[in-house]
């Protein structure tokens, strides 16, 4: 935290840098041992010595053991002191591959091995390693130790009079990069695919999410079936709402899920009344599956990055804002629970104050709020006074405005239309919705805005609650006039096509277009998937607009708007047009990558690479 507040990005570039050899020397002390890494937890890592028989254990444990005196015997990073603690036990493991929401999947390390670990750490001062009393029997006799005074049989390593051979564990299997793209974060997969994978190091405004379950080990086919449905669940929920899964572990307290929102990459804007919504549905869930779940939620600006070396790399949040969001799970108190950060953030929302808590590991109390109520979803009106420029943000896309005003000009004129708006993420879907409102509140149109979450697709028209309810308040507030005239219904984020809409959806939309204008955003379905648009193509006024990337000449607009200069020198806007395909999203996360690093410079009017960074190719 002191290297970020007081170095900026710099402090960010000399915290991974301390990351990486911290981590970096971990896993090759691992390997050397002839253990494997299976996760990065936090400041932490879990590691793994597997036997397939009772009778290799001895050598396992002895082997973990002496990977654990080489670590805490480390010498500090940078010439900074880092102490370490180390706890070895040993016992039947389970690793599973769970999720698969969106083809995306974690690894689980779960099973009776994991239980007790947590109070094995507790038991290691500084500088430590700790061993069950199983591990430390089956090490035998080349470890001294002393046994923990209450520590139910646990014993403090001292030292090994000898090692066993050194070992390296076996090269994995080429596996080709579509096999492990499942496992790989979106946001590592979005900035390597625009070339700028070297800037993923950043200090962000984020909302972590800690969801706790109570299957503490999951030993039984039948209980890791349950999780699995609670962890695709979470990954609906968190996606729909616009954050991502973090990852998933297990220790003795729990299985516990770890969602983020306002990580680089998410598809749409970091929304903390969004996080709280989603926490507070993810409970919901839990009740629904019948596992008892507990949920704490922080936010603040945490550092987030990859961290690790050539070997092993993993993509992790490290800080006071997970560490409190984790802390919360134990407060007494209706779940969910979250800071007063938090509750600041999403000011939009009621809250109820539980009290101030002394938390493990924090100084001072801590204020801590429930969440009482979520919208769920998100819809309303339009009210506000048109913009000064109704394309104002939008550049390289005057020809799709010309069909906007079209299409309003002929709902006017009682001539509705089904409106399509289809491209991948971050194309620009959602900022045409919002220009096409702007562009509608010059005439006569009335806006109504609907939306919702994925998690919410089981509900029939749930997307509609909003809208419908707008269009049929008869408030006196609301004239005749108001009331009758014509309707542009834009329902962003699509979450009604997320499964096939109902066959008579169609002619139902057909009998009812003459004085609305639907406008819907989709993405295009993956390889195999079933037209999302299905029974809407029988609509009459049906169209559908395929958003494609921008031109070179609009993303250097983009560029040039964004750091408020009047151009792009070429060759900026042709490395950015190359890295992204036209992408306005990554346009812009690559830009701020490069402006965290002073990379750009603005002079004589024109966004230009600054001197020593001319080699734009050689950043990414």
Same mark, same amino acid.
């Given at each position: ?452 979450? &994925?998690? %919410? @697709?089981?509900? +029939?028209?749930?997307?509609?609650? /909003?809208? !419908? #309810?707008?269009? =049929? $308040? ?20 699509? &979450?009604? %096509? @997320?499964?096939? +809409?109902?066959?008579?959806?169609? /002619?139902? !939309? #057909?009998?009812? =277009? $003459? ?34 990337? !921008? ?39 690559? !830009? ?29």
């Amino acid at each position: 935290e002191r290297l970020i507040s007081e170095g900026g990005q710099e402090g960010v570039d000399e915290l991974t840098a301390i990351l990486d050899a911290q981590f970096g020397g971990w896993v090759e002390a691992v390997h050397a041992c002839g253990g494997e890494v299976v996760r990065f937890a936090g400041d932490a890592l879990i590691a793994c010595w597997w036997r397939e028989a009772e009778d290799g254990l001895a050598d396992a444990a002895s082997r973990a053991l002496c990977c654990g005196l080489a670590i805490t015997s480390m010498p500090g990073v940078r010439g900074i002191p880092l102490s370490r603690r180390v706890a070895v036990t040993v016992g039947p493991a389970l690793l599973a591959r769970v999720g698969g929401e969106g083809g995306r999947f974690e690894l689980l390390l779960t099973g009776g091995v994991m239980a007790g670990l947590g109070a094995l750490i507790a038991a290691a001062k500084p500088g430590e390693a700790v061993a069950s009393g199983t591990a430390w029997k089956l090490a035998g006799p080349p470890f001294e130790g002393l046994e923990v005074p209450g520590g139910g049989g646990a014993v403090r390593v001292l030292r090994a009079d000898s090692a066993p051979p050194s070992a390296s564990v076996p090269p994995g299997a080429d596996l080709g990069e579509e096999a492990l793209r499942p496992y790989v974060p979106s946001v590592v997969q979005n900035y390597l695919s625009a070339g700028v994978g070297s800037f993923l190091a950043q200090h962000r405004l984020l909302s972590v999410l800690f969801v706790s379950s109570e299957l503490v080990t999951i030993e039984r086919d039948e209980d890791l079936v349950a999780f699995n449905r609670l962890v695709r669940g979470a990954q609906r929920i968190l996606h729909g709402f616009g954050g991502a899964l973090d990852k998933v572990l297990s220790d003795e307290k729990g299985t516990l899920i770890i969602g983020a929102f306002g990580l680089p990459g998410a598809r749409t804007e970091y929304r903390p009344v969004d996080a709280v919504n989603a926490a507070i549905r993810i409970g919901d869930l839990g009740a629904e599956l019948g596992i008892k779940c507990r949920v704490g939620m922080a936010s603040g600006r945490t550092f987030c990055g990859p961290i690790g070396s050539a070997a092993r790399r993993e993509y992790t949040m490290i800080g006071a804002v997970p560490n409190l969001a984790a802390r919360l799970l134990f407060v007494q108190g209706e779940s969910p629970l979250c800071d007063a950060e938090t509750r600041r953030l999403a000011a939009d929302l009621p809250f109820d104050p539980v009290g101030t808590f002394h938390l493990k590991g924090l100084h001072g109390g801590t204020a801590v709020f429930r969440p009482l109520a979520g919208s769920h979803g998100y819809s309303g009106s339009r009210s506000s006074t048109p913009t000064a420029s109704l394309g104002a943000g939008i550049f390289g896309r005057d020809d799709l405005l010309r069909r906007f005003d079209g299409a309003l000009a002929d709902v006017e004129q009682g001539q509705g239309r089904l409106l399509v708006l289809q491209g991948q993420a971050g194309i620009g879907k959602s900022r045409l919705v919002e220009a096409l409102q702007d562009r509608s509140l010059s005439g006569s149109v009335r806006v109504v805005v609907g939306g919702g979450a &994925p998690s %919410l @697709s089981d509900t +029939p028209y749930s997307v509609w609650k /909003g809208i !419908l #309810a707008d269009l =049929l $308040d008869l408030a006196p507030s609301q004239s005749r006039e108001e009331q009758s005239a014509p309707v542009l219904a834009a329902l962003d984020h699509n &979450p009604f %096509l @997320s499964a096939p +809409p109902p066959r008579t959806l169609g /002619g139902d !939309l #057909a009998r009812g =277009l $003459d004085q609305l204008l639907i406008v819907v955003t989709t993405r295009p379905p993956a390889t195999g998937e079933a037209d999302p648009l299905g029974a809407l193509r029988a609509v009459d006024r049906f169209e559908e607009i395929t958003i494609e990337g !921008l031109s070179q000449p609009g993303l250097a607009d983009l560029a040039a708007a964004q750091h408020g200069a009047q151009r792009t020198a070429p060759e900026l806007a042709g490395w950015l047009w190359r890295r992204t395909h036209g992408s306005p999203f990554l346009c812009v996360e690559s !830009l701020r990558a490069l402006a965290l690093q002073g990379a750009l410079q603005v002079e004589d009017g024109e966004l230009r690479p600054r001197a020593g960074f001319e080699a734009l190719d050689g950043l990414g």
